[in-house]
C-alpha cells in the first residue's frame, strides 16, 4: 500500500449487504468512501455484473435504476483480462472457486487487503502467509476516521 492510499478489494458479500438497504453500516461507510480522496475500491467486474443480476431478481428496480445505482457504486471494476494471470497463484491460496477471483485481484493490485464479511472464509493459513489481509467494517471505519476528505 501507497503511503496514504488506500487500495482495497470488495468483496461480494459487502456490496450485496449495502445494495440491498440504505440503512446499513455498510451502505453508509460506501457513502462516506465517495468524499474521501485516498481510499479506491476494487472487485472482479463479474461481482458488477452478479450485482446488477440479482437486483433485478430481488428488487423492483427497473434496469436504469439499476445501472445508475451501479455506477454510483465507488468502486472500480477490474476486466478479467488484467488479472488472468493471477487466477493460478491464488487457487493455491483458497479453496472456494468463487473467491479466486478476488484473491487474483488482491495480488494484482500487490496484495491490496480484501474488505470481507466472510474473514474467517478468507482465514487461510496460505492466504496469511502470502500477505494478503482481511478487512471488516470496523477496519474501514478506522481507514475512514484518518483519511482526508475532498
Same mark, same amino acid.
Not at 90 to 97: G, N, R, V, Y
Not at 117 to 141: A, C, E, M, P, Y
Given at each position: 500500500?501507497?503511503?496514504?492510499? =488506500? #487500495?482495497? !478489494? &470488495?468483496?461480494?458479500?459487502?456490496?450485496?449487504?449495502?445494495?440491498?438497504?440504505?440503512?446499513?453500516?455498510?451502505?453508509? #461507510?460506501? %457513502?462516506? #468512501?465517495?468524499?474521501?480522496?485516498n481510499i479506491f475500491l476494487f472487485s472482479p467486474d463479474f461481482v458488477g455484473e452478479e450485482f446488477k443480476e440479482k437486483l433485478k431478481v430481488k428488487t423492483n428496480l427497473t434496469p436504469n435504476e439499476i445501472n445508475l445505482l451501479e455506477s454510483e457504486l465507488p !468502486?472500480?471494476?477490474?476486466?478479467? %483480462?488484467?488479472?488472468?494471470?493471477?487466477?493460478? %497463484?491464488?487457487? %493455491?491460496?483458497?479453496? $472456494? &472457486?468463487?473467491?479466486?477471483? !478476488?484473491?487474483?485481484?488482491?495480488?494484482?493490485?500487490?496484495?491490496?487487503? #480484501?474488505?470481507?464479511?466472510?474473514?474467517? =472464509?478468507? $482465514?487461510?493459513?496460505?492466504?496469511?502467509?502470502?500477505?494478503?489481509?482481511?478487512?471488516?467494517?470496523?477496519? &474501514?471505519?478506522?481507514?475512514?476516521?484518518?483519511?482526508?476528505?475532498?
Amino acid at each position: 500500500m501507497v503511503q496514504g492510499i =488506500h #487500495i482495497i !478489494i &470488495i468483496d461480494t458479500s459487502v456490496l450485496f449487504s449495502a445494495a440491498y438497504s440504505k440503512n446499513t453500516q455498510t451502505f453508509n #461507510i460506501l %457513502e462516506q #468512501i465517495k468524499k474521501k480522496a485516498n481510499i479506491f475500491l476494487f472487485s472482479p467486474d463479474f461481482v458488477g455484473e452478479e450485482f446488477k443480476e440479482k437486483l433485478k431478481v430481488k428488487t423492483n428496480l427497473t434496469p436504469n435504476e439499476i445501472n445508475l445505482l451501479e455506477s454510483e457504486l465507488p !468502486i472500480f471494476w477490474i476486466d478479467k %483480462e488484467d488479472y488472468k494471470f493471477k487466477l493460478n %497463484e491464488a487457487k %493455491e491460496l483458497i479453496a $472456494d &472457486i468463487k473467491d479466486i477471483a !478476488i484473491v487474483a485481484c488482491s495480488l494484482l493490485l500487490n496484495k491490496a487487503p #480484501i474488505w470481507t464479511f466472510d474473514v474467517k =472464509h478468507f $482465514d487461510t493459513k496460505k492466504l496469511k502467509q502470502s500477505g494478503v489481509k482481511t478487512l471488516t467494517n470496523n477496519d &474501514i471505519r478506522s481507514i475512514l476516521r484518518n483519511s482526508p476528505t475532498y
